[in-house]
């Protein structure tokens, strides 16, 4: 880790300039194939006093938790940076439309005979919608 002058770098605010060096590690069917050793630099505009190397460290990891539990889920199961659509609106509602099947998911995950994985319970509601849609009408007071 480097304090550094922002204005030198030509990254305005810039306080530090950090390296991490990581080894990855490729799984198929759940053995390591491949080990790969990369560095990565980052940039944070807090001090040292704000942000130890293993606060840093933290800020990364927590980082990558999210996208690993949330982003994972949509791109892999959903596929949706595969989506081509450009229009902003669009891409919005495709989105909440996401958000929606991963809650409708979750509220039904525990119950008995529930299905345990997100692409099998879409799988399961392509082929056979009417109890996804009783689910979500109201009923009669």
């Known amino acids: 880790m480097l304090t550094v002058d922002g204005a030198t770098l030509g990254l305005a605010g810039a306080a530090q300039v950090f390296r991490i060096d990581r080894q990855i590690q490729t799984l198929r069917q759940g053995r390591v194939i491949k080990t790969t050793a990369e560095s990565v630099y980052g940039v944070t505009s807090l001090w040292l006093d704000e942000a130890s190397p293993q606060r840093l460290l933290e800020r990364v990891r927590d980082y990558w938790a999210i996208e690993i539990k949330q982003h994972y889920r949509r791109d892999h ?50 082929r056979h919608p009417q109890g996804l849609i009783r689910t979500l009408m109201p009923t009669d007071p």
């Not at 959903?78 to 609106?89: G, I, T």
């Not at 099947?101 to 995950?109: D, G, N, T, V």
């Open 77 to 126: 199961t959903q596929r949706e940076d595969h989506c081509l659509v450009r229009h902003p609106v669009t891409a919005r509602n495709l989105s909440l439309m996401r958000s929606a099947a991963i809650f409708l998911y979750e509220q039904q995950r525990y119950r008995p005979n529930a299905k345990k994985h997100l692409p099998d319970w879409i799988h399961k509601n392509h």
